[in-house]
């Protein structure tokens, strides 16, 4: 199929199609352009390294293999507007985004490609490497300065290969200023080892270039409802009803409240200005955060509860609440009653 037939689908026909079957390449797009500022990049610092990019169902460098893949929805505007559609973001959209993903993304190709494992001052900086997943849950501290911040959600502190991974996408990073920007911080010690153990490695070949299919790694022979019902089945959590209390706390007009308005009314109209505010405070996904909101407007239909007519606090407390709940998701996996 070409790319002009299935660009001009509904989104409920395109979602039929396997993505294998769309015809999608890196050469050609904008993005293309953008990795080959990161092989600039690292060519200015005189790594000879370049990690093969593909395209795949999500940002990840397989296990053990030197080898970058590259959400295939970043390469088409068509698939853009439709991943927003069914996830409300497009992660890697913009330019600076997707540049901090992929050099994320390269310094893990890096460790595979040069072994880094091996190196005992690299365990003794960043801590054990491990083959387990990183956590899609942990307690970070937003505070520390043992770790850099660069993407969201202090993905340093989840794992040791993370740890490494951001560090080196802050030393990679053009223009960033990293010895006075983490001036009297311990990442700082980190950031000085990324430095000398890349000056070790420039001019070298890499040392572990395993062959692979990419076809064992992009997981796109799969229909896009499939795609996305999995993907949103991700994001989606079974809401505790334990809240209940808290939310008759909240929207507690009696009927004798003049001029009152449904709490579930109240919501939906502030819906989409509650879930940006969440989002920007505390880097959950639109989805997620969404997601709780639904429930949330559900729960408030099913109790009956209202609002006074004109509450200027409502809104501060109520977006106060939603962040309570989606930061104890975010730390502990689950959403917990605020007592």
């Not at 690299?122 to 300065?145: A, C, D, H, L, N």
């Not at 109790?303 to 309570?324: H, M």
Request: aromatic share 14%; net charge positive.
């Amino acid at each position: 199929m070409e790319i002009a037939d299935w660009a001009n689908l509904s989104d409920d026909e395109l979602l039929e199609k396997r993505i294998s079957q769309l015809g999608l390449k890196l050469e050609g797009t904008e993005i293309s352009g953008w990795i080959q500022q990161l092989y600039q990049e690292l060519s200015e610092r005189g790594l000879l390294f370049h990690p093969p990019c593909h395209i795949g169902d999500e940002w990840f460098v397989p296990v053990g293999v030197p080898a970058i893949f590259i959400p295939f929805f970043l390469v088409h505007d068509r698939l853009r507007r439709l991943e927003r559609k069914m996830m409300l973001e497009v992660e890697g959209d913009t330019k600076e985004w997707f540049m901090k993903l992929i050099r994320h993304e390269a310094a893990h190709a890096y460790f595979y490609a040069y072994q880094l494992q091996r190196k005992g001052r690299w365990r003794r900086v960043f801590g054990k490497p491990s083959t387990e997943e990183t956590p899609q849950f942990y307690r970070p501290r937003p505070y520390s300065r043992s770790y850099v911040v660069h993407l969201d959600d202090w993905y340093a502190q989840s794992h040791p290969d993370e740890d490494f991974a951001e560090t080196f996408a802050v030393w990679l990073t053009p223009g960033e200023d990293w010895r006075v920007r983490y001036a009297g911080w311990k990442a700082l010690q980190k950031l000085e080892y990324v430095d000398q153990l890349m000056r070790s490695l420039a001019g070298k070949p890499p040392v572990h270039q395993p062959p692979y299919r990419v076809s064992d790694y992009d997981c796109l022979n799969v229909k896009l409802k499939t795609y996305y019902a999995r993907k949103r089945k991700l994001y989606e959590d079974s809401y505790p009803d334990v809240y209940d209390d808290d939310l008759q706390q909240l929207f507690a007009a009696g009927p004798e409240s003049e001029g009152r308005v449904a709490a579930s009314t109240y919501l939906r109209h502030h819906r989409r200005q509650l879930r940006d505010a969440v989002c920007r405070w505390t880097k959950e996904k639109k989805y997620r955060v969404d997601q709780l909101l639904g429930r949330l407007i559900e729960r408030c239909d099913q109790l009956q509860l209202y609002i006074k007519g004109y509450d200027p606090k409502q809104n501060l407390q109520v977006s106060a609440y939603v962040t309570t709940l989606i930061m104890n998701h975010l730390f502990t996996g689950r959403f917990k009653r605020t007592k």
